[in-house]
Each structure stands twice: as structure tokens, then as C-alpha cells.
């Protein structure tokens, strides 16, 4: 799986866009982009992947380059719920007979009044 | 829903005990995975397993063992708990993926957090 880089901490203020950005500079055409967020003493919770078009559902946009080399994660408008540690994933969903997930230390955005 | 359940929340152990924690998974998920958490380096693999009796090494094996004897249970080992295992332990399942039916997403437990004296 290719690795990730991205911020270790973001500030938002509430009712703003929380825009997360991630690079993956040596992400390979088959894998696609995952993101996941760990609230504060819960485990990891699915937010969004994809592939190489952006993608929209009813947590987060994810807004994949158009060489694939980087992404950004927006929350449209962040609330005092969305501090949390936001992990960035890079990996082929179906590789080999379990699809693991390798996860960083990923971007801790803390969301402000 | 899917509900991925570990046993213990907190457990404090002493060095050399052996210490089991369990995972259940409601959802018939082929794929069942054992991380650590611990400050500054993120989630770790353990181990994890793709079917009943299946095992594969992650990134981080030593000192732990797994046990997956049914599709819903998979447990991790400690066969001699020290020190350094002190760490937050977090289950997750998934189903084998399906590029037409699923997102390849992992189901994450509420974690374990042990402390080893």
C-alpha cells in the first residue's frame, strides 16, 4: 500500500468548511483513497473512498487531483462533532484475500466556537 | 447495523499473565483484523484473518497470537503480557470485497484499552 502524508493538526471554526488535505505521491493506478475518522475513545469510523473522480455522500466531499498524487477531505460545514483524528488510506480494496488497511498518524482537527 | 463488539472495554494485567481479548461481529464478515493504537504512531496491524481457521501476520505479530474458530469470534493472545503491549486495542471486520457490492470498508469495534503493570 502506498503511504500517506498528511498534516498532524488542523483548527476549523464551526459552520465553516474543514478542508483536510493528504498527499499520496507514489499511489498506484489500482488503489484507491480512503478516508476514516477516530473520534475521541471510539474506534475508526468509514467516511468516503475513491478512485480518481470526485466523490460526494452525506458526511464529506472527497476532491481526488487529477494526477492522483493528492486529495482533500471537506466537511461543507463543520460542527463541534467533527473533532476527531482524520485518517488518510491508500490501497487496492481487493489485493490478495484481505484487504488491510495500513493507517498513519493522521490530522487531528479540532473544530472551535 | 453492523456492530462489532469487544469484550473488555478496560482490563489491567500483570507481567506474564496470559490475556485474551475477544471480538464478535454480527454481520457474517469473512474479514476480521486485530490493530494497536498507541500515541504518535497511529494504528498498527496485528494480525489478521480472511476466513475460519485462516491467519496471516501483520505488521506487528510478535507477542501476539490469533485464534479465529468461528466466523463471528476472533480473538488475540497475549501469552505473556509485558510491559510494552500496554496499548488500546481496536477490532474491525469487513466483507470479503466485492468491487459490485461493498466499499471494502472496515467495521471498528469501541477498542480495548489494557495496562500491563
Known amino acids: 500500500d502506498a503511504k500517506t502524508t498528511q498534516p498532524p493538526s488542523m483548527d476549523c471554526a464551526e459552520g465553516r468548511a474543514a478542508n483536510l488535505p493528504c498527499n499520496h505521491s507514489?499511489?498506484?493506478?489500482?488503489?484507491?483513497v480512503y478516508w476514516y475518522r477516530q473520534i475521541h475513545s471510539q474506534g475508526p469510523q468509514y467516511i468516503i473512498h475513491g478512485l480518481k473522480n470526485n466523490e460526494t455522500n452525506e458526511m464529506a466531499s472527497l476532491i481526488i487531483t487529477e494526477d492522483r498524487k493528492s486529495s482533500t477531505l471537506i466537511l461543507p460545514h463543520a460542527t463541534l462533532r467533527d473533532t476527531a483524528v482524520y485518517y488518510c488510506i491508500v490501497r487496492v480494496p481487493w489485493a490478495g484475500t484481505a484487504s488491510k488497511l495500513t493507517f498513519g498518524t493522521g490530522t487531528r482537527l479540532q473544530v472551535t466556537l | 447495523d453492523v456492530k462489532v463488539t469487544q469484550s473488555s472495554r478496560y482490563l489491567v494485567k500483570r507481567t506474564g499473565e496470559k490475556v485474551f481479548l475477544e471480538c464478535v461481529q454480527d454481520m457474517d464478515h469473512e474479514n476480521m483484523f486485530w490493530y494497536r493504537q498507541d500515541p504518535g504512531l497511529g494504528l498498527r496491524l496485528i494480525y489478521f484473518?480472511?476466513?475460519?481457521?485462516?491467519?496471516e501476520k501483520g505488521d506487528i505479530p510478535e507477542g501476539y497470537s490469533v485464534s479465529r474458530e468461528k466466523k463471528e469470534r476472533f480473538s488475540l493472545i497475549l501469552e505473556s503480557a509485558s510491559t510494552n503491549q500496554t496499548s488500546m486495542y481496536l477490532c474491525a471486520s469487513s466483507v470479503f470485497y466485492s468491487r459490485r457490492l461493498n466499499t471494502g470498508e472496515l467495521f471498528f469495534g469501541e477498542g480495548s484499552r489494557l495496562t500491563v503493570l
Open positions: 507514489t499511489i498506484s493506478g489500482n488503489e484507491y
Open positions: 484473518s480472511y476466513d475460519v481457521k485462516m491467519k
